[in-house]
């Protein structure tokens, strides 16, 4: 009869060494705090992605910056009412193929805004022409 009972034994010291370290592991996923970190944790992962598509809406325009007025260069500019003069002033242009920006602007891309007043116009990329100007 001894015998027989030993590998009943055995085998409930087997069944007690299992079922005791899952009922442990169980109870500490019911602590309080794990619902309100998963409430956190995806407001901050839907702020993220609102991140992402709105940072895939900003790009980068190298600029430089063009005109000397006291050295008589710069670009050309007539101002209203003034029918008789020309006056010379610096301004912002893009950088000449190889040439080095000496700035650079945020540009943003004009699908992603939605306009409710014509506040820009989109004329593409920024891009440098020269121009004679002879008096």
């Known amino acids: 009869m001894r015998r027989a009972l030993i590998p009943w034994l055995l085998f409930g010291l087997a069944l007690v060494a299992i079922v005791v370290p899952m009922a442990?592991?169980?109870?500490?996923?019911?602590?309080?705090?794990?619902?309100g970190l998963i409430k956190k944790v995806n407001v901050l992962?839907?702020?993220?992605?609102?991140?992402?598509?709105?940072?895939?809406?900003?790009?980068?325009?190298?600029?430089?910056?063009?005109?000397?007025?006291?050295?008589?260069?710069?670009?050309?500019?007539k101002r209203a009412g003034d029918t008789t003069n020309l006056w010379i002033y610096t301004a912002l242009d893009a950088p000449a193929t190889g040439e080095t920006p000496s700035?650079?602007?945020?540009?943003?891309?004009?699908?992603?805004?939605?306009?409710?007043?014509?506040?820009?116009?989109?004329?593409?990329p920024l891009t440098a022409h020269a121009a004679h100007y002879n008096r």
């Open 45 to 77: 992962q839907k702020q993220v992605a609102a991140l992402i598509v709105k940072s895939n809406c900003i790009g980068v325009q190298g600029v430089v910056l063009r005109g000397t007025p006291a050295n008589q260069d710069g670009y050309v500019y």
């Open 24 to 35: 442990e592991g169980t109870s500490s996923a019911k602590d309080p705090r794990v619902p």
């Open 103 to 124: 700035a650079l602007m945020a540009v943003v891309n004009p699908s992603c805004v939605t306009p409710s007043r014509a506040l820009y116009r989109h004329g593409g």
